[in-house]
């Protein structure tokens, strides 16, 4: 599902702020994004990936950890699989695209059975 992420209000360090910022970096890498898809996994591991107003990727899909210098080893060696998946979403750039365009995106990248 679509979703908006805000920053906390406080000084203290949050997984959202830091998925927040990885965000901003993919879409100033990637002129042609309309949004970031993004999976969370039950280790903490984030994949992330821009998606263009096709659906097509963007820019390359990135995965990494909040405050680790690497992944987890168990998504190193499964690739982060589609079974430890605890949330998916489309963060989308502004302006959004249309209803029937996100929705169009959001069942190719993510799928139909949200």
């Known amino acids: 599902m679509a979703k908006k992420l805000t920053p906390k209000k ?3 360090y949050s997984a959202e702020k830091g998925e927040l910022a990885m ?7 990637s002129p042609d994004a309309v949004g970031v898809a993004v999976i969370r996994y039950d280790c903490g591991c984030r994949k992330m990936a821009a998606v263009n107003k096709s659906g097509e990727p963007a820019s390359e899909i990135i995965m990494y950890r909040d405050h ?3 992944i987890c080893d168990q998504c ?4 982060g699989s589609y079974m ?6 489309i963060y989308w750039n502004t302006p959004e695209p249309d209803e029937y365009t996100k929705k169009m ?3 190719k990248v993510l799928g139909t059975e949200q």
């Open 10 to 12: 406080n000084n203290t």
């Open 23 to 29: 965000i901003e970096g993919i879409i100033e890498g």
């Open 68 to 70: 680790a210098e690497s």
């Open 76 to 79: 190193k060696e499964d690739n």
């Open 84 to 89: 430890r998946m605890i949330k998916q979403f």
């Open 105 to 107: 995106i959001i069942d």
